[in-house]
């Protein structure tokens, strides 16, 4: 995922688009045993917290992801030439 990641936000920077893209990718885990899923349907609920919509969770910013202050976080985009920085992880549910 993270190579076709790479070679999508590429394509966007070699021809930005007219308006704000907002790219989500989702990594959702914890769910309970049992519990179908939608990859659609948790999309839209990291959606929905990002865009203040209701959904219970919350947006953790990058500076508070390191576990402690000795950690160096990076992007792993920075090994392709692109360094945006830390994306914000977006929590839903009452999870983390």
């Given at each position: 995922m993270l190579v076709a990641a790479t070679y999508l936000i590429r394509a966007?920077?070699?021809a930005p688009p007219d308006r704000d893209v907002r790219?989500?990718?989702g990594l959702v885990s914890f769910k309970p045993q049992g519990a179908s899923s939608s990859h659609c349907d948790d999309v839209l609920k990291l959606r929905s917290v990002v865009w203040g919509?209701?959904?219970i969770g919350r947006i953790v910013p990058p500076e508070a992801l390191a576990a402690s202050a000795d950690d160096v976080l990076m992007s792993a985009f920075q090994v392709a030439g692109m360094n945006y920085g830390i994306s914000p992880v977006v929590v839903v549910g009452g999870y983390i």
């Open positions: 966007a920077t070699d790219l989500f990718e919509e209701g959904a």
